[in-house]
């Protein structure tokens, strides 16, 4: 929520393939991926061995442990989120980069038009049924399949299916 006030929505998320951020390429709809669709955000997922991908994301998180392990050792989680916040804010302003001529995230990001999240959520007109959940977690409500947990096993489920999200 806090980097969604300060920078505001994006228009898409992007992720690796773990199951907790998109089930897609399993046919089945995960929470992360249904929550940002009702607000207009679309995902996508890297390719599958392909680490470069996200490369940006993997290099900018071995900045900050490189300079985390330079600082006093946290000793309460408001401590490390104001460190945190400081190495935000000097990664962001105060550091050049070298991949952006010299310049700092901050002055780029000012500079460049936004693009944000759809007006309207990334849905069409529901459908409702009923299914009980399989022996494996899921129910299926064609085409999708939806993973609720094994622990629901034989519970019976409404299944809302809105555009291309399941619930």
């Known amino acids: ?3 969604a006030q300060r920078w505001g929505l994006p228009s898409m998320v992007l992720t690796d393939n773990d199951l907790v951020y998109n ?3 399993r046919n089945i709809t995960v929470a992360f991926a249904a929550n940002l ?3 207009g955000i679309k995902t996508i997922t ?5 680490p470069q991908t996200c490369g940006k994301a993997e290099r900018f998180h071995q900045t900050e442990q ?3 392990a330079q600082q006093p050792p946290a000793a309460t989680l408001d401590e490390l989120n104001q460190q945190l916040d400081t190495f ?5 302003h105060q550091r050049p980069h070298r991949s952006l001529g010299g310049a700092t995230p901050a002055t780029i990001w000012e500079a460049a038009s936004k693009a944000g999240p759809a007006d309207r959520p990334l849905t069409t007109p529901k459908r409702v049924t009923s299914a009980r959940v399989c022996v494996d977690g899921t129910v299926w409500s064609r085409p999708y399949r939806i993973a609720v947990g094994r ?3 034989g519970t019976s489920v409404t299944v809302i299916i809105d555009g291309d999200q399941g619930y």
């Not at 935000?88 to 962001?92: A, E, G």
């Open 23 to 25: 089930g897609q390429r």
């Open 1 to 3: 929520l806090e980097g």
């Open 66 to 68: 490189k300079w985390l």
């Open 37 to 39: 669709g009702h607000l």
């Open 151 to 153: 622990r629901y096993q």
């Open 46 to 50: 890297s390719s599958f061995y392909h």
């Open 88 to 92: 935000t804010s000097i990664y962001n």
